[in-house]
């Protein structure tokens, strides 16, 4: 068992009503890892994958400088949203709930696996909690390595 089997993946959400729930998991298979990281980057696309580099980054620079709302806004006007939104239009959403089914496939929340019906249930009128842990879950696994570069000149070619 290498070190990357036993880490688990650890952080705590609320849900839309406030409730706090415990998710944990670990690091998926290299096999179903890769597959899983190339459809995310083939899915989401240059555009998309390039504007959430840029925000991350804003984001980064905005926390360690301290940045006013003013400064902040100057940031955000660089990036691409529109190149952005057209990449998300030509997503399926029928692949979308069933690649989040496989990204949860080694988490648990509240100790329950997030199976068919724990998922459905979990959440129902709560897609706020479910987008931010199916994020946490991509960070942690590292599925798109290349988010840290994509908004330096050395990330993806430009178009």
């Known amino acids: 068992m290498g070190q990357n089997d036993t880490i688990p993946i650890q952080f705590d959400l609320e849900d839309a009503l406030g ?8 690091f998926h298979p290299a096999d179903e890892g890769l597959e899983l990281s190339f459809m995310l980057i083939q899915m989401l696309g240059e555009p998309l994958l390039r504007a959430v580099g840029d925000l991350k980054d804003t984001a980064q620079t905005a926390i360690e400088t301290a940045a006013g709302t003013e400064e ?13 939104l057209g990449a998300l239009r030509e997503i399926e959403p029928k692949t979308v709930v069933g690649l989040s089914k496989r990204i949860f496939g080694h988490t648990t929340r509240d100790g329950d696996r997030l199976k068919e019906h ?7 009128g709560n897609y706020e909690e479910l987008y931010i842990a199916m994020w946490k879950v991509v960070e942690a696994n590292n599925f798109i390595p290349l988010l840290s570069t994509l908004s330096e000149d ?5 178009e």
Do not use: T
């Open 19 to 26: 409730k706090k729930h415990v998710y944990e998991g670990y």
């Open 72 to 84: 902040i806004g100057a940031m955000l006007e660089g990036i691409d949203f529109a190149a952005a």
């Open 118 to 124: 724990v998922y459905n249930k979990a959440y129902r």
């Open 154 to 158: 050395e990330g993806l070619p430009a």
